[in-house]
């Protein structure tokens, strides 16, 4: 009965999200519905709400928000993402894995506001051959690629360190997988594109030799390059990495005092920031009802394998919560029931993916749907069969792996 509950939850927001409301009303009424239906009062959502909105992980998420929208600004003011997708197209002469490989190059910094810069290249490179649900789903696909592949993120880590897996088992395993998830997503849309930019060159670069090119795409992702550079070797957390190299690029890049006032004010964008602080809401609200601890209860009573029962506990457990809160709670759970070395694992952090890419829970999705404009509905339409193809290929690959 919780889990239909949480179904029709799910339903009603993107009931209101379709009906074109900002998200944060569609994330209230979520809410609303849960207190509702699990008997939670207002002072007991009052405490939630107020430990949600003053946690330093929300806080954190809220603040490299306004970073990374601050640094996007400054790249577009200086032409910097136009002049790299240029330097990218007179390297690799194909603009639709230039825009894939520069969302997974950006979606090594670990912050929801990463997805709108990946969302300005797709948008860009795509013109207006794919459509804005396409696009969204392009940008914010590629994005996360690197999330459920590197130890630079917790759930890897977390889940590497349970499992008893080594990290670089782990990393040679997931070398197929990720291929998988870079030709999915090529087949399904971005193959829509033209290999070539069919359309008026606007730049000097189209040109230039290999070597300019390359002198003009350090010039234009620097800050992008030292951001995931400071994160990935020094721990640094994303919000300071990028703060730092705002710091430098205003001096490097000659940005005028009246410049960056008028950026530092447009870099606050409301609706997303209160969006944000909503979806965080509504996911302590959820995991306050208890149903993560239910679920193992749920799904060790359907009749088919194991491992499948436990892939959609991961999955449907990520829809609920979060992967790293499933990745802590359910991983030494399902090594028990299943010792299953590294197939297991990667099958496992393969279906949370897949459902990370489709939760309401998930802060990225509000980030790109606000800033293409377009309704979660709109966006899931687009997901749902290239995350479905990728976890039937998973259990396939899984079985493979067993075999040897």
Known sequence: MELIKVIVVFVAILVLLNLKLPLFSGMLGGTVLLLIFFGIGIPEFGDIA??????????????????????????????????????????????????????????????????????????????????????????????HIPEGVLPTYPLIIIACSLSGVPVSSFLFGMIPPVIILIALGYFFYLRKIPKIDDRPSSGPTVKLSKKENLKNLAKSLWTIFFAIVFIIAFDIPTWIAVSGVIVVSIFVDHFKPAEMKEMIISAFEWKTVLGTFCVFIFKDVLISAGLLELLPGYFSKLPIPVYLTLALLFFFGTMVASSTAVGSAFVPLAFTMLPGGMPLLILLMGFSFAASQMTPTHVCLAVVTEYFGISLGALLKKTLPVMLTYCVILVGYYLLLGIF
């Open 50 to 143: 107020f430990r949600s909105v003053t946690s330093w992980g929300t806080l954190e998420v809220v603040i490299a928000l306004y970073v990374i929208t601050l640094l996007q600004r400054m790249l577009e003011k200086r032409k910097f993402l136009t002049l790299a997708q240029e330097s990218l197209n007179g390297l690799m002469k194909d603009r639709r894995l230039n825009a894939a490989f520069a969302s997974i190059f950006i979606g090594m910094m670990p912050s929801a506001a990463a997805v709108t810069i990946c969302g300005k290249i797709m948008d860009d490179t795509a013109g207006d051959h794919l459509t804005k649900p396409e696009k969204a789903f392009c940008a914010n696909y590629y994005r």
